[in-house]
């Protein structure tokens, strides 16, 4: 998919999306479970990945579907075991990824000890934009995120309140699989999830970003 970029577009091809669980604390507390004592993430398949204007499917295999806001970090260079103190320069921008999770399905791979592959996995789960800002236009230390449905306020959030902050997240992740240019760093979602349904309208935003919309439709 193609995304604004500084005054032209680029290409965003990730070879993965490594998603991060419970990385806030007040999430962490609504989904009933303890904060990791290490970063804990999952991957999405980039070809779960849709554009500013797209259409979330709601699969017939699921009756709930929930929404995640979280700030997406968008890596520049080829990074292997990189330390915190110089994993921001690895990076290449910032933007905003909506997780969406089939609830219901993940509930049951949890209850199984199965991966969350597909809870997580269903294309258009992983609308992304509405751009790519440069690194140096964004603190990702202290980043405010939103989201609303159909208008309405259901999460907001600062990056200054994760658990692992980014420098952390890309120095833990890089020590355990080579992080490729493009791949992408979802960094866990603030409390407030919750259903979506055939119909709503999804606005996640950032005063650093701007908003990224889209619309979400059943299946059949």
Same mark, same amino acid.
């Given at each position: ?34 904060? !990791? ?5 999952? &991957? %999405?398949?980039?070809?779960? *990945?849709?554009?500013? +204007?797209? @259409?979330?499917? $709601? ?80 603190? !990702? ?5 939103? &989201? %609303?449905?159909?208008?309405? *306020?259901?999460?907001? +959030?600062? @990056?200054?309140? $994760? ?58």
């Amino acid at each position: 998919m193609k995304i604004p970029f500084r005054d032209k577009e680029v290409e965003i091809f990730p070879t993965k999306i490594v998603a991060l669980v419970k990385n806030y604390k007040a999430h962490a507390q609504e989904m009933g479970g303890e904060v !990791p004592a290490e970063p804990s993430f999952f &991957l %999405k398949p980039p070809s779960s *990945l849709l554009p500013l +204007g797209g @259409t979330v499917i $709601l699969p017939a295999t699921s009756q709930r579907v929930d929404y995640e806001v979280e700030l997406a970090v968008v890596m520049g260079k080829r990074a292997r075991k990189v330390s915190r103190e110089e994993a921001l320069d690895f990076v290449l921008g910032y933007s905003l990824l909506l997780d969406v999770t089939a609830r219901d399905l993940q509930a049951r791979a949890m209850k199984e000890k199965l991966p969350w592959t597909i809870s997580k996995g269903f294309d258009t789960f992983a609308p992304f934009g509405p751009c790519l800002v440069p690194k140096e236009e964004i603190d !990702p230390l202290n980043c405010e995120i939103w &989201l %609303k449905v159909n208008g309405e *306020l259901k999460q907001r +959030g600062n @990056t200054s309140d $994760l658990v692992f902050s980014v420098p952390e997240l890309i120095s833990y992740i890089s020590g355990i699989m080579t992080l490729e240019p493009m791949d992408i760093i979802a960094t866990g979602t603030p409390s407030g999830v919750g259903p979506l349904k055939d119909g709503d309208v999804v606005e996640a935003g950032s005063p650093s970003i701007g908003v990224l919309k889209v619309k979400v439709k059943r299946e059949g």
